[in-house]
């Protein structure tokens, strides 16, 4: 048995616990919100069971354990001997949390248990055992006072060929609570003499007490491979009938040390955790994470592969034999080439794709908990669940959603006292919409509440300067405002929003997605957050630029327009500056040659071009030799081949086999400030 | 080793008191049950039976039923069932199974 080594399975344990700890939480949500469904209910006593299950086939006896009582606790509901109330759900999305520290703790190979979970546990086992026995000794909740299950289990004669043997079910009952073998019998259908026997049949029956606070299901469980071959009955022992209890048909101190001992972790608090068979889980968790593919997209890359194969071998065969009449099919096998080429790429890019659903689902939670502590009403909506993202997207536009949401709770929606006064409906909504629009995926956070307070945030960024007193903006202005480092408008910093992290923070995590956010607002009917996103991050759409010999590429993204500057539109400004007049406004000259120190470029800024780019709401013009063209270009990673580099993100391969370097727009406006600030 | 070998033993070796003497195989689990059930049936009829456990490593259920109703059928006949070289893989499986009494096991565990 102990030859197989469990630790490859952690991963795959952690990963799925946690994916049935969110079922758990998505199902308590909607049991809290009024539903009556009864699978929800079985949702979340499924999930538990096999995080319980899976914790103690890997020896996290914490874990276990914790999950155990919950689980008796769910049996209850799920039996309907418990009803459920507010009260009951709060109490288990704690228990949900706790189980999720717990299992971040296993993974990282630290204790699971602490006090916290110890005493979520301690609550859950007086609940389990308030209700099932009338607990007697306030002192010991979870060992003596709970009752067990009598169970008669009585082989049928072909049990045995089944591959089950009663020794396992026993030992397995062993690991639940405390068991004792009251009876074991031959039944009378038994042969009376050895020559009749077929070993193989099984003729014994036994009666069984299982002491401890053990769920029927977990005793079902057991059993649920030899179910049709035997006849079982598991009956709840009278909480009276448990303290004169002695196994009759056992010597009880022989058998004493060996079952006796597995009771321990469901009777004994057990912060002295059991020694852990694994200690390797610290550097199995360091491993780079995985992802999870549907089939059917392994099952059309795997087409896509048959193509490519099939054209491969038709090029090969007319690159055997080749004669000019064949031009024409070999430009025909290129073409397929090509075509098969772009869809593999399609086909391996959708790989790494996931629905942004994995992402919405943690915002009922969320809703809910800020719901109670700000007592306000929302409704939340989700829309576009299935709307597919990269997946390293997908990992860093949580935390920015969760601030957009939180502060739409916050500060956008308004109490339900206020909302009647301004005539709304008491309950506020919450919209998250996610949708394609062109290459992008558009997600937008919308609520009904006030809107941004204006006069507040004008007043704040005169006091802050970023604004003249009396200076004239307009709604879009104001929205730029609360974009900028450290602007908050919270009266008071509420533990929610107000912890120095702000808009530009969420702005600034954005951006290194290669997205963009923006905000429109309407005084008294709301505000919408609108992020937008990146397909994907492995491959930008970009303009390919000339700089002396070298070439460069501007993200397609950045670009406002490219134009060709005539003399008298360039101004020279104190300080050795360059400025150009462009749309109402003078933007700084960026040479690309001096800033990246290129040989043999065009110096005369009317002979090159200069390409308008915007970032962080600032524009300047890059100038640049040529335009060469447009292009998808495969980001390739600069510091994982080099090192960082000031003003570019990246490089590709182009198509001739030479080396572009992609521009950081961002960091080359940031270059020129500074190139500004010093001259 | 030595017990699977006595596994195979077509006479059987006899105690001192003359009572017949099977030892169980190490790996006595429903696999070999036919061969043990063959062997204890030529034995049956020597009166006492006395089982050697020494060499046991695996057991499982069918193997202590096969005991269990070899006892009976001794008893039965007037005979009885011994034990020499019980182990604790025995006493564990047996106690679990609460068939100690039935096996008529010594009530501990020494060779």
Avoid at chain 1, 25 to 30: F, P
């Amino acid at each position: 048995m102990g030859a197989v080594d469990l630790t490859q399975f952690h991963k795959t344990f952690f990963e799925e616990s946690l994916e049935g700890l969110d079922a758990m939480e998505a199902a308590l949500l909607a049991l809290d919100s009024g539903s009556t469904d009864h699978e929800l209910v079985h949702t979340i006593f499924r999930a538990a069971h096999s995080i319980k299950g899976g914790a103690a086939t890997f020896g996290f006896a914490e874990v276990a354990a914790f999950t155990h009582v919950a689980e008796s606790l769910l049996e209850e509901v799920r039996s309907e001997r418990r009803g459920v109330d507010g009260e009951l759900i709060d109490l288990l999305l704690r228990s949900v949390d706790c189980l999720r520290a717990m299992l971040d703790h296993t993974s990282h190979g630290l204790p699971a248990a602490d006090a916290d979970s110890e005493a979520l546990r301690g609550e859950l086992v007086r609940l389990v055992s308030g209700e099932a026995a009338p607990a007697p000794a306030a002192a010991t909740p979870a060992a003596a006072s709970v009752d067990g299950w009598a169970i008669r289990f009585v082989a049928l004669p072909h049990l045995l060929q089944t591959g089950n043997d009663p020794l396992r079910l026993f030992r397995e009952l062993q690991q639940l609570g405390q068991l004792d073998v009251c009876r074991a019998f031959v039944v009378d259908a038994a042969p009376t003499q050895l020559a009749e026997l077929d070993p193989g049949q099984c003729w014994l029956g036994w009666e069984l007490r299982l002491h401890g606070a053990v769920a029927r299901a977990d005793v079902a469980a057991v059993f649920d491979w030899v179910e049709g071959d035997c006849e079982l009955t598991i009956e709840p022992i009278a909480a009276a009938s448990v303290a004169p209890v002695a196994p009759v048909a056992v010597a009880p101190t022989l058998v004493a040390p060996p079952v006796a001992a597995p009771a321990a972790p469901v009777a004994s608090p057990a912060p002295a955790s059991a020694p852990r068979p694994v200690r390797e889980t610290a550097a199995a968790s360091s491993e780079g994470s995985s992802i999870r593919v549907g089939i059917d997209k392994v099952d059309a890359l795997i087409n896509m592969m048959g193509e490519l194969v099939i054209t491969q071998s038709m090029l090969s065969d007319i690159g055997e034999h080749f004669h000019l009449s064949q031009l024409e099919r070999l430009r025909e096998g290129l073409l397929q080439l090509e075509r098969n080429t772009r869809e593999l790429q399609e086909s391996v890019m959708r790989i790494r794709m996931l629905p942004i659903g994995s992402v919405f689902n943690r915002f009922p939670r969320l809703v809910r908990d800020l719901e109670r502590k700000l007592g306000k009403q929302v409704k939340l909506e989700l829309h576009g669940e299935h709307t597919e993202l990269d997946k390293t997207v997908l990992e860093k536009i949580g935390d920015p959603l969760v601030h957009l949401v939180r502060n739409a709770i916050d500060h956008g929606l308004e109490s339900p006292e206020q909302r009647r006064a301004a005539g709304k409906n008491e309950t506020g909504t919450l919209r998250l919409d996610a949708y394609h629009e062109g290459g992008n995926i558009v997600v937008q956070i919308s609520d009904d509440g006030a809107g941004l307070n204006r006069a507040a945030i004008v007043a704040k960024a005169e006091q802050r300067g970023l604004i003249r007193p009396g200076q004239e903006v307009d709604d879009a202005e104001v929205a730029e405002l609360i974009f900028q480092p450290g602007f908050s408008t919270a009266a008071q910093a509420t533990d929610l929003s107000g912890r120095g992290v702000g808009m530009d923070v969420v702005r600034r995590n954005v951006r290194d997605l290669g997205g963009s956010v923006g905000v429109r607002s309407q005084s008294g009917k709301g505000s919408v957050f609108t992020i937008a996103l990146p397909l994907t991050l492995a491959i930008i759409d970009g303009l390919v630029t000339a700089v002396g010999e070298e070439r460069y590429i501007v993200p397609l993204i950045s670009i406002v327009e490219s134009l060709r500057l005539r003399p008298e539109m360039v101004r020279k400004i104190a300080g050795g500056g360059e400025v150009f007049h462009f749309r109402n406004e003078y933007l700084p000259i960026m040479r690309l040659h001096r800033a990246f120190g290129c040989n043999a470029a065009i110096t005369e800024i009317e002979r090159g071009i200069v390409v308008v780019v915007e970032e962080e709401g600032r524009r300047v013009g890059l100038l640049v030799d040529d335009l060469l063209g447009q292009q998808q270009a495969v980001v390739k990673s600069l510091e994982a081949h080099y090192q960082r580099v000031q003003g570019i993100s990246g490089a590709t391969i182009l198509s001739d086999g030479s080396v572009a370097l992609i521009v950081d727009v961002c960091g080359v406006v940031r270059l020129g400030q500074r190139g500004k600030a010093a001259a | 080793m030595g017990g699977k070998r006595a596994a195979k033993n077509k006479q059987p070796p006899a105690a001192a008191d003359g009572a017949a003497v099977v030892c169980l195989p190490a790996d006595c689990r429903l696999a070999v049950q036919m061969a043990l059930k063959e062997q204890l049936q030529q034995v049956l009829q020597h009166g006492d039976i006395v089982i050697d456990a020494q060499a046991l490593e695996r057991v499982d259920t069918a193997a202590l039923q096969l005991l269990v109703l070899l006892r009976r059928e001794l008893e039965h006949n007037g005979g009885a069932l011994a034990w020499r070289g019980t182990n604790e893989v025995l006493h564990e499986a047996a106690a679990l199974l609460g068939l100690e009494q039935s096996l008529n096991l010594p009530t501990a565990t020494s060779a």
